[in-house]
T-cell receptor, first 112, second 114 residues
């Protein structure tokens, strides 16, 4: 069964304290791994798509990497405005289609 | 432009009411989705439309009725809802369901059933 597991469930950091979020997946035939940021009461905001092992993408203080079994979202020198829930998603197969399916997310709080 | 627009932003309805949620995108995407999200949970898929045809219904109760009038619009008709249906309802779109393309989400409709 296709699964996406994120860890940790919650993470508290001090401003400037770098860390990483993990997303492990078991899907038959990966068709993209996606990272989103979600603020409370808002829709998920697209961050990155990774397609193949070894691929990396960067945006400001965020860097996403992908291996054959997992993806990491590295946050370098975070700021309070980086506080949000970070969701990982993969496309799972369903009736011939590939449907975005989410992990439970990591809730990040960055203290000033 | 990667915008998906949902209206209304907030909705309070009684259990006997009929209401509709609306979603619009102008990115030329041919796949559109409805997700339901409860507090501190990930989004859960409800329906998928591919090329304006319903392709996936994740065993959603019939009190939720989706409609895709054209390739840019997606509606979710609500009737006789229960308080446990209160949630954030998210619309998303992607190029299609076959490719490795990302889905873009609207800001959601916060639904409260009283």
């Amino acid at each position: 069964e296709d699964q996406v597991t994120q860890s940790p469930e919650a993470l508290r950091l001090q401003e400037g304290e770098s860390s990483s979020l993990n997303c492990s997946y078991t899907v038959s035939g990966l068709r993209g791994l996606f990272w989103y940021r979600q603020d409370p009461g808002k829709g998920p905001e697209f961050l990155f798509t990774l397609y193949s092992a070894g691929e990396e993408k960067e945006k400001e203080r965020l860097k996403a990497t992908l291996t054959k079994k997992e993806s990491f979202l590295h946050i370098t020198a975070p700021k309070p405005e980086d506080s949000a829930t970070y969701l990982c998603a993969v496309r799972r197969t369903s009736g011939g289609s590939y449907i975005p399916t989410f992990g439970r997310g990591t809730s990040l709080i960055v203290h000033p | 432009d990667t915008e998906v627009t949902q209206t209304p932003k907030h909705l309070v309805m009684g259990m006997t009411n009929k209401k509709s949620l609306k979603c619009e995108q102008h990115m030329g995407h041919r796949a559109m989705y409805w997700y339901k999200q409860k507090a501190k949970k990930p989004p859960e898929l409800m329906f998928v439309y591919s090329y304006e045809k319903l392709s996936i219904n994740e065993s959603v109760p019939s009190r939720f009725s989706p409609e895709c009038p054209n390739s840019s619009l997606l509606n979710l008709h609500l009737h006789a809802l229960q308080p446990e249906d209160s949630a954030l309802y998210l619309c998303a779109s992607s190029q299609d369901t076959d490719r490795n393309t990302e889905a873009f989400f609207g800001q959601g409709t916060r639904l409260t059933v009283v």
